[in-house]
Nanobody, 122 residues
Framework: QVHLVESGGGLVQAGGSLRLSCAPS????????MGWFRQAPGKEREFVAV????????YYADAVKGRFTISRDNAKNTVYLQMNSLKPEDAAVYYC???????????????WGQGTQVTVSS
């Protein structure tokens, strides 16, 4: 059962920007912490960013800090990941997830989307 749906992935040149969106399907996620994870071919899934329900608390992986920005619009029940200065190593399938605590561990997130592909050309 998929309750989160990602969109906005695609092909972009190195140095370019892309904005991913994540919205619920079939239910609401009021009060939930929202996070982004990614997985490149042959690599383990890794944490990217997380944001609290109110939006006043965020945390980023060192690899994306200063380039990516996570935000949310609770009126639209949507979370975003703005990705700037994209690098080839950013290419991966990006997953949106919902949980109840602001942490980086995957086990803390109980609902996941199917992922959206981000490809970065050099």
């Amino acid at each position: 059962q998929v309750h989160l749906v990602e969109s906005g992935g695609g092909l972009v040149q190195a140095g370019g920007s892309l904005r991913l969106s994540c919205a619920p399907s079939g239910r609401t996620f009021s009060g939930y912490v929202m996070g982004w994870f990614r997985q490149a071919p042959g690599k383990e899934r890794e944490f990217v960013a997380v944001i609290s329900w109110s939006g006043d608390s965020t945390y980023y992986a060192d690899a994306v800090k200063g380039r990516f920005t996570i935000s949310r619009d609770n009126a639209k029940n949507t979370v975003y990941l703005q990705m700037n200065s994209l690098k080839p190593e950013d290419a991966a399938v990006y997953y949106c997830a919902a949980g109840r605590v602001v942490v980086t561990t995957q086990s803390a997130y109980h609902y996941w989307g199917q992922g959206t592909q981000v490809t970065v050309s050099s």
